[in-house]
């Protein structure tokens, strides 16, 4: 079924459509000239199995992602259920948003935060621009689970940080 040619959707509607689909939570980082970048993402995901591809979208104003794509190279921290301040303080503009952040370099030298479920450390692949945001697939070259065995991840649903409730059965 087509809709009506003047259908408009309007931002906030589909911001709030949007909402009802439950993502992880990630911090996109990069090193450049010895300064660590990054910001929180939420929409991330993986493109193909070989070669190893993930993708995340990033607004195309980012004060970051022109710092990283110098860089040709970014990791993905996929954050834990206890890590909610630390995905608040990548989303923030205009702020030191290492402050505090226990990190160490991966293989291709993008950093690491401490106590993470997991990363990905990547070499940008393509970029593709799309509306008022940029995708950026990215090609995995190392990954590692951190100490973080039993945590959960952190996850977004309808605008609110949530965890998952394990239930019994299939």
Not at 63 to 90: C, H, M, W
Not at 98 to 122: M, T
Not at 143 to 164: E, H, S, T, V
Request: proline share 6%.
């Amino acid at each position: 079924m087509t809709p009506p040619a003047n259908t408009v959707i309007e931002p906030a509607r589909f911001r709030e459509a949007l909402g009802h689909y439950a993502s992880g939570i990630t911090v996109v980082t990069s090193l450049i000239d010895d300064e660590p970048v990054g910001f929180t993402c939420q929409s991330f995901y993986s493109v193909s199995m070989s070669p190893p591809l993930v993708s995340f979208s990033v607004m195309a104003g980012s004060a970051s992602y022109p710092k990283i794509r110098q860089a040709g190279r970014f990791a993905v921290n996929i954050l834990t259920e206890a890590q909610i301040d630390v995905s608040n303080q990548f989303a923030r503009r205009g702020t030191d948003k290492w402050q505090g952040i226990a990190w160490r370099e991966s293989p291709l030298g993008n950093p690491i935060i401490g106590g993470s479920l997991h990363w990905l450390d990547c070499e940008i692949y393509a970029e593709h621009a799309a509306g008022d945001h940029v995708i950026v697939i990215g090609e995995v070259k190392a990954l590692d689970l951190q100490d973080a065995a039993a945590a959960q991840p952190l996850l977004y649903f309808k605008g609110q940080y949530r965890n998952i409730a394990a239930h019994g059965g299939v």
